[in-house]
Structures are given as C-alpha cells and as structure tokens.
C-alpha cells in the first residue's frame, strides 16, 4: 500500500547523524510509495517528482561521504555543509506536498481531524528550512559560542518534526481506504464465529455508508431547489 511504504521510507529521515548513508534507501521507498499514491491527488504527484529528484541527490551524497571515508581533502567540508543545507530543502518541500496531499483526501473522505492534523503540519515543517540555513557554516559562524547550543535545538525540533509527520502518515494509513484495497476480499478466518462477526460488521458498514450517500443526495437535491 502507497501509504505503508511512504511511511517507511518517510522513518528513514530520523537519522540525523548518518543520513548521507540512508537518504538513498529512505529516497527510493519513499518515491515506490509515492508512485502509488500519485493517481490520487496533483499534490502526490508532485512529491512523487520531488522524491525522484530526491533520488538523485541522495547519490549524490552518498559519493561525496564515501569519499570522506578514505580521503579528507580541503574542499570536501564545504562541500558536505552546502549538500546537507540542500538536503533539509529537499525534505521541506516533499514534507509540503506529501501533508497538502493528506489533507486534501482526508477532506474528502471526511477524516477531519486527520485533514486538520496534515494541515496544522505545513507550518511546523518550516523547521526543515531552518535546518537547512544553519546548515551552511558561514552563516552559523555568526553566532559563535551559542552556535552548538541553537543547532542542537534544531536538530531536536527536526527529529520531533519527522516523528510528528510519521504519525500524520501512519493515521492516514489507517484510515484512507486505497481503490486496490477495496477489490481484494477479506481474508476468511479458520474459525467460522469470527467469519460471522466479520460479515455482520461488513454489513453494517455498507449500510451505514449507504445511508451517508442517501443523506448527501438529498442535501444535494435541497440545495438546488
């Protein structure tokens, strides 16, 4: 399921100490999940995009830290601070798309509080740009002394910020029923009580979500008289 694998490729950017080594798997995941889910709504489309280009910059990262590992050449520190400072761009803006997206389908399958949970998150994302400014050492250098203190607080906030957003996935998970998973029947418990329970819950659903559809149509038609 889309939402299943974006989550897990989404968990990989918890790592904020070796990411150079993870971003390529927590990439790729995220870009299978994504796919997915791209027929669903414009915003997860362009995070699907965002995710490929994602996948490309993550090889990227990965050469430059494999090459950190046998030689420490004069360059190559300035050039890890300006991939790291583009690396929390890059999780800004898929976080924006991948949460609009939320939002935009739980409002449509009325899960209003996930919808308002997706949408209370854009903001908080901001954090990633943060991230990504005092990323670049010439302008951390202004701060001095205090600099370990406030990028500590950040890195905190990040880690907060894509455990927030993973909750966020995961509800989505839980409550948005993908078209595929609703053409695959349930699978038939050896015992034939829980067979029967089963059955009367699937009932009950379809006629409650029956008498919703009932409801919304004749909301419908009064509007238009």
């Not at 999940?33 to 090889?59: D, E, P, R, T």
């Not at 090459?67 to 790291?84: A, D, H, N, Q, R």
């Not at 949460?99 to 308002?116: P, Q």
């Not at 990040?158 to 078209?179: E, G, R, W």
Request: glycine content about 6%; hydrophobic content about 50%.
């Amino acid at each position: 399921m889309g939402f299943g694998t974006l989550f897990i490729g989404y968990f990989f950017l918890i790592n904020i100490s070796y990411f150079a080594y993870t971003d390529i798997i927590s990439a790729m995941v995220m870009l299978m999940g994504l796919y997915k889910l791209s027929g669903i709504n414009k915003n997860f489309k362009s995070a699907m995009i965002s995710a490929g280009v994602f996948v490309g910059f993550s090889l990227t990262e990965l050469v430059f830290a494999i090459i950190g590992l046998f030689t420490s050449p004069s360059w190559l520190t300035s050039v890890l601070s300006y991939l790291g400072a583009a690396r929390y761009l890059f999780i800004f803006i898929l976080t924006l798309f991948i949460m609009r997206a939320i939002s935009d389908v739980a409002t449509e399958v009325e899960a209003y509080a996930l919808a308002k949970n997706a949408k209370a998150s854009v903001p908080l994302s901001l954090i990633f740009a943060i991230a990504s400014i005092f990323e670049v050492s010439a302008f951390a250098k202004i701060f001095g002394a205090y600099i370990a203190y406030i990028y500590f607080a950040i890195l905190l906030a990040v880690v907060v910020s894509v455990l927030s957003n993973l909750l966020t996935i995961y509800k989505a998970y839980m409550q948005i029923c993908m078209p595929e998973e609703e053409k695959k029947p349930p699978k038939k418990s050896r015992f034939e009580f829980m067979n029967k329970f089963y059955d009367s819950m699937e009932k009950s659903g379809r006629e409650y979500a029956e008498y919703k559809i009932k409801k919304k149509q004749s909301k419908s038609k009064k509007g238009k008289k």
